[in-house]
Nanobody, 128 residues
Framework: QLQLVESGGGLVQPGGSLRLSCAASEFTLDNYGIGWFRQAPGKEREGVSWMSRGGGSTNYADYADSVKGRFTVSRDNAKNTVYLQMNSLKPEDTGVYYC??????????????????WGQGTQVTVSS
């Protein structure tokens, strides 16, 4: 079973920053599109960002409007890890954050049904 492991969550004050990591040990993340999702208590899961598969091609990224200009997704292929840098955090960014891997490109990156593998999630709490 292919596994994704998220880390880097925690408690941060409004305006602060966190960097989440998504790592895999059984497969090469560069061969997959990677999405980040979050789910707040009592709310539906929300697509946060997406980065296209690499494989020697240019990586493309997209973001939910709510995080554009504040969040940045990136890859470190040497570490087989995808990062989500989150700056200027707001209380409404609170939730469990998940990364997910997409084997074949599907245009609706924000639809969790289009992903094949999921991590277990990491908690992000933005509060003073």
């Amino acid at each position: 079973q292919l596994q994704l492991v998220e880390s880097g969550g925690g408690l941060v004050q409004p305006g602060g920053s966190l960097r989440l990591s998504c790592a895999a040990s059984e497969f090469t993340l560069d061969n997959y599109g990677i999405g980040w999702f979050r789910q707040a208590p009592g709310k539906e899961r929300e697509g946060v960002s997406w980065m296209s598969r690499g494989g020697g091609s240019t990586n493309y990224a997209d973001y939910a409007d709510s995080v554009k200009g504040r969040f940045t997704v990136s890859r470190d292929n040497a570490k087989n890890t995808v990062y989500l840098q989150m700056n200027s955090l707001k209380p409404e960014d609170t939730g469990v954050y998940y990364c997910a891997a997409m084997r074949r490109y599907r245009s609706r990156w924000y639809d969790g049904n289009n992903y094949d593998y999921w991590g277990q999630g990491t908690q992000v709490t933005v509060s003073s």
